[in-house]
DNA sequence: CTCTCCTGATTATACGTATAAGCAGTTGAT
DNA sequence: ATCAACTGCTTATACGTATAATCAGGAGAG
């Protein structure tokens, strides 16, 4: 049944030589190239033979020819961001992959700027969606001249360099803290994770804090029981906690209630990332939300019309911007 | 600076062009090759002028050449494996790209057997991991004879077909069931989860509970508190619930505490995965851990070393085990 | 009838690499 | 002194694809 030579995956000279055509023509029907004059019944033979075969072009050959990969990089360690870019990386990895691109997650995590470029580029990406902190202009300019179409950071605020998805931590902390003071509490606080990793994003979570009320505490906290059961002896709390995230929240909930404390009526708390675990703690959890302004398929979509060239890629235009919504319930 | 023509990245032939010697030498030397005779001196000055390029091999072109990329295919979608699973996952790709592979996580779910084959071989994987399932006789072949030198499969068995990483849910379940048994429990049952992806895990952990309890109940449960409740005020409950994993157990405990049932007095659970979760629920959760025979670095490294062909790819074989471990807590 | 234009193909080539094969110069054995 | 063997390179080639360039043949215009 399998017509070709030796055993390996057949090429589409293999196509060609079934087909009665030459190895161009199979080119031309199966990439669907507009500027080809292939009739309808060579194209039918074609296909055929094809699918008889199993054809399936070599990436790589297609990638030396064209300068191009179908893949996009996403230089990102995802044990590293938290359970919402986890899930949003999901989501975006089934819409890249209808839409033909392959998302690889190539974890070069030390090398910043033209040396990041330079690794980056050994894969020859369509497109790089990477934090936008480890970008600089020469290095943007590098894999735009290399061919990479479409550039993207993710970052808390616009980048002057390339258009950006925006996570506004900022704007989170703040719609924490507003509806803590507007509960009633005096005193804030803010956790920040020691977790190497989250620790920027707990710092720009409390920077949010701290518009609201400047004077906001910062508690570093690890996760472990140990430690936030020390926190909570050491008494001198305040009335109102933006516990970074769900899970340190939770974290922080079990310590106060142990301690003989409520939640809300002597300290309220409020996490982040609206996970299912909310509704199932006493009390619920109140948390912040991350909207976003575009699905994982706009981005998708975006990206692959920068890539097509269809639309231009905008330096220091936000594609999608993660905004804080408040889900009231009991903590706070 | 930059002494290449255009602004293409370099390739060999301008390193070669920089160090005064030929395009075959520049490999020799980049790639170590055994066979090479190079002297010490030439050596130094291609390696000098390929630093100063920043030159890296186009990934696509050494693909085609050597016929194999050093890519390790992961065809499955992170979304549906459980916590555990994601976690391994995460430390396989650092272990991974240490030594010099890309993980890919390529989600063609779907295909099954040689389709799915022929689909993963666009990409000439050096290693394929894959539900053993999805595998069969002509597909393993087809892999083989195509070049792709380690094909692993997860099962909750040994699989015939390849070497196989074995998650032992049937064990886990019945090491659940095992404690519930000793605990005093007399009625007992097993969730199983209606998401999609995760129901086939979750009959293996029930045919586990079976094999200690025959006639234990089956419980489907989607996660939904609405669903949840229901159930508990159904009534009917058996006094012994393993809940599938620790975020169902915390879903089914907030249902049965808001029914003004005590766990685990009136009810006892026992969760899976040992999630941080466990020790900051009230009570404490008891759950399964999954222990792992080997590491992922050990995992990482047997298929290097398969790829490699410094050891044996053994179908049948049992590359690494998760083995149950009862963790006692509160709550069972 | 000749020339141009169009159709539907083919032939030829380049992408960047790894490696087999070849080749000049030197060394060692006989 | 002669030839083989070794050293340190070079030249040549193939991997599989996309696409530019070419070409045979027929249709239509003059």
Redesign the pocket.
């Known amino acids: 049944m399998n017509t070709t030579r030796g055993d390996?995956?057949?090429?589409?000279?293999?196509?060609?030589r079934a087909a009665?055509?030459?190895?161009?023509?199979?080119?031309?029907v199966?990439?669907d190239?507009p500027?080809?004059?292939?009739?309808?019944?060579?194209?039918r033979r074609v296909r055929d033979a094809a699918a008889r075969l199993g054809?399936?072009?070599?990436a790589?050959?297609?990638t030396?020819?064209?300068?191009r990969s179908g893949i996009v990089l996403m230089p990102l360690s995802r044990a590293r961001v938290g359970r919402l870019a986890q899930q949003v990386f999901d989501e975006l990895e089934e819409e890249f992959r209808t839409r033909g691109y392959t998302l690889v997650q190539y974890g070069e995590r030390t090398l910043k700027g033209v040396a990041a470029a330079r690794s980056w580029l050994a894969l020859r990406p369509s497109a790089v969606i990477v934090e936008a902190a480890r970008l600089t202009r020469p290095a943007v300019d590098l894999l735009h001249a290399s061919g990479v179409r479409a550039v993207v950071g993710l970052s808390d605020q616009p980048s002057p360099l390339v258009p950006a998805v925006v996570f506004d931590h900022r704007a989170l902390g703040a719609a924490a803290a507003r509806h803590l003071v507007e509960r009633g509490s005096r005193r804030l606080a803010a956790v920040v994770p020691r977790e190497e990793g989250v620790d920027a994003m707990g710092r720009a979570r409390l920077a949010g804090v701290r518009e609201v009320v400047p004077g906001a505490a910062r508690i570093d906290l690890a996760f472990s029981e140990e430690e936030a059961g020390r926190i909570v002896r050491a008494g001198d709390l305040p009335d109102g906690v933006f516990a970074y995230n769900d899970e340190y929240a939770m974290l922080l909930i079990s310590a106060l209630q142990d301690a003989g404390l409520r939640v809300p009526e002597d300290v309220a708390v409020v996490g982040a990332d609206d996970l299912p675990i909310c509704t199932l703690m006493r009390p619920r959890l109140t948390s912040v939300h991350f909207d976003a302004t575009a699905s994982p398929a706009d981005l998708a979509g975006e990206i692959d019309g920068i890539v097509r060239g269809e639309r231009p890629s905008v330096a220091g235009e936000v594609v999608a911007r993660f905004e804080p919504r408040l889900v009231i319930r009991a903590s706070a």
């Open positions: 390996r995956p057949p090429t589409s000279v293999d196509v060609a009665g055509v030459s190895q161009a023509t199979v080119s031309y199966l990439t190239n500027h080809a004059r292939v009739s309808e019944e060579t194209r054809y399936v072009p070599d790589a050959a297609r030396l020819r064209t300068g």
